[in-house]
């Protein structure tokens, strides 16, 4: 980041307050006094001719013109070359002095309406002063504060808080905070990714773009698909006494939820034997829980509960599968009855792991 500000250049003082001829005249006056020049930004072209004539009623010391970008070319030279001679001091404009004006002598900016300007739209106007060792002022000047949007406070508090040198870069990071992100794959200017944390965006962000590239449209409700959430009845996890680093447990955990192919879980296997030795019972568990994850994302499932004596499962509302299926396999096995309108039980012991993993397994295979 470039925080550092040219020698001897002072940060801008900025203050807003509602419209007041006295603010005006008296911001005015401060910097006719001292030699300089001012900008008043009123950006409605159809009544900046009016605002200039009030000016020059309540201004009599000042040389006033006018600058806006539906003058010719040519009168709008002459304008800004009188501008940066001096030969005018108080210049009323429109936003055209936004970008390629850098006149020294101006150190005073009064901005009529400064609620209708985005946060960064004020930033880039309020550095078109200060360009030189002269203290600076910027006044944004607005209705009464019961007439402002939430959003307008919200700018211009933080413009006015950030006019330290070298702050663009976290004026710009509010702005965000503001408005919002944004959305991808949409129009509206919403959503905040830190809700959610950049991995998991990034992953709905693929899910999102996979589905329509499908041609599907993708689901809102469960933006990564089937997550199914398995319970054995027995400890799954990687225990200390196997895998000492807490750090390293954790990338192990993340790399198991990120495997999408048995084939690779297959290869995660064997490299926890090879670096750690061979498995205990809660770390197979760990590997059984994450193996009937993929199967169970196939069949849509969103609950297995497998324990001792029964094993339930959970369904999505609409599986990806006949329904036909699952009623005949029901009225062929008497241990496999309904539940409830998305849920089966099968009534069969498994007092081991293993047994219970493979009810499960055997209850998808034959669901084919």
């Given at each position: 980041m470039i925080a550092t500000a040219p020698e001897r250049r002072l940060a801008i003082k900025t203050f807003v307050a509602p419209f007041s001829v006295g603010i005006v005249r008296e911001a005015a006056l401060r910097e006719l006094k001292r030699g300089g020049q001012i900008y008043?930004?009123?950006?409605?072209?159809?009544?900046?001719?009016?605002?200039?004539?009030?000016?020059?009623?309540?201004?009599?010391?000042?040389?006033i013109a006018v600058a806006h970008g539906q003058m010719g070319e040519r009168e709008l030279e002459h304008v800004m070359r009188d501008f940066y001679a001096q030969r005018v001091n108080l210049l009323v404009c429109s936003t055209i002095i936004e970008t390629?004006?850098?006149?020294?002598?101006?150190?005073?900016?009064?901005?009529?309406?400064?609620?209708?300007?985005?946060?960064a739209q004020l930033h880039q106007l309020r550095g078109r002063v200060g360009r030189s060792h002269h203290q600076a002022y910027a006044y944004l000047l607005t209705p009464p504060e019961d007439a402002l949007s939430a959003q307008a406070k919200k700018r211009l508090e933080a413009i006015q808080l950030m006019e330290d040198l070298g702050s663009g870069f976290y004026l710009a990071m509010h702005d965000l905070e503001i408005r919002g992100a944004g959305e991808v794959l949409g129009e509206e200017q919403s959503g905040e990714m830190q809700q959610v944390g950049f991995q998991l965006y990034a992953d709905m962000l693929k899910a999102t773009v996979s589905a329509l590239r499908a041609g599907c449209e993708p689901d809102l409700s469960e933006p990564l698909g089937v997550t199914t959430e398995i319970n054995l009845h027995s400890p799954s996890r990687l225990p200390e006494t196997y895998c000492s680093d807490v750090h390293e447990r954790l990338v192990?955990?993340?790399?198991?939820a990120s495997v999408d192919t048995t084939d690779e879980l297959d290869l995660m296997r064997e490299e926890l034997v090879d670096r750690f030795g061979p498995a205990p019972e809660s770390v197979q568990a760990l590997i059984a829980c994450h193996r009937l994850r993929l199967l169970a994302k196939e069949k849509g499932v969103v609950k297995i509960d497998a324990g001792p004596?029964?094993?339930?499962?959970?369904?999505?509302?609409?599986?990806?599968?006949?329904?036909?299926?699952?009623?005949?396999?029901?009225?062929?096995?008497?241990?496999?009855?309904?539940?409830g309108p998305d849920r089966i039980r099968i009534g069969q012991a498994a007092p081991t792991l293993e047994e219970r993993v493979a009810v499960v397994r055997d209850f998808f295979a034959r669901l084919k």
């Open positions: 008043f930004l009123h950006n409605d072209i159809d009544t900046i001719r009016t605002t200039a004539e009030r000016l020059a009623q309540l201004l009599p010391e000042a040389r390629g004006i850098d006149v020294p002598t101006a150190n005073t900016m009064i901005i009529d309406r400064a609620d209708r300007f985005g946060l192990l955990y993340k790399r198991l004596e029964r094993t339930t499962l959970q369904f999505v509302k609409q599986p990806p599968f006949d329904a036909g299926k699952l009623i005949l396999l029901v009225q062929r096995d008497g241990r496999i009855r309904f539940a």
